[in-house]
């Protein structure tokens, strides 16, 4: 499975609850929650990047599977994280936050767990 290719978030469940949980202030939340979201992935073999737009946010993430590698989180903290593939799913775990994404037909759905709060997000290959 290859998760190359550029993607509009469609939907998303959970984001105040859940950016407040990682320490955004409210002012950053109530701006970004209706910001449009795109993402671009190019996947060769177990080497990914990736580049999220977020209106006039740019953040590059650049890893292969099973290596320790550095990202910005949401706060702007940058953080170590591991990405491993679990059968089909991306999986990772970033200061205790386990994230999931999943790729079927042109949807791709990333699910982010923090303690109960569980955030997920839709986006579609456009």
């Not at 990047?49 to 949401?74: A, D, Q």
């Amino acid at each position: 499975m290859n998760f190359s290719g550029k993607y509009q978030l469609q939907s998303q469940e959970n984001f105040e609850p859940f950016m407040k949980a990682v320490g955004m202030s409210d002012d950053l939340i109530q701006k970004g929650k209706d910001l449009k979201e795109t993402s671009e992935i190019v996947h060769n073999g177990n080497h990914f990047k990736i580049t999220i737009t977020t209106g006039p946010k740019v953040v590059h993430h650049e890893f292969t599977l099973g290596e320790e590698f550095e990202l910005e989180s949401f706060t702007g903290e940058k953080v170590k994280a591991i990405t491993h593939m679990e059968g089909d799913k991306l999986v990772s775990t970033i200061k205790g936050i386990k994230s999931v994404t999943e790729l079927k037909g042109d949807i791709i759905t990333n699910t982010m767990t923090l303690g109960d709060i569980v955030f997920k997000r839709v986006s579609k290959r456009i």
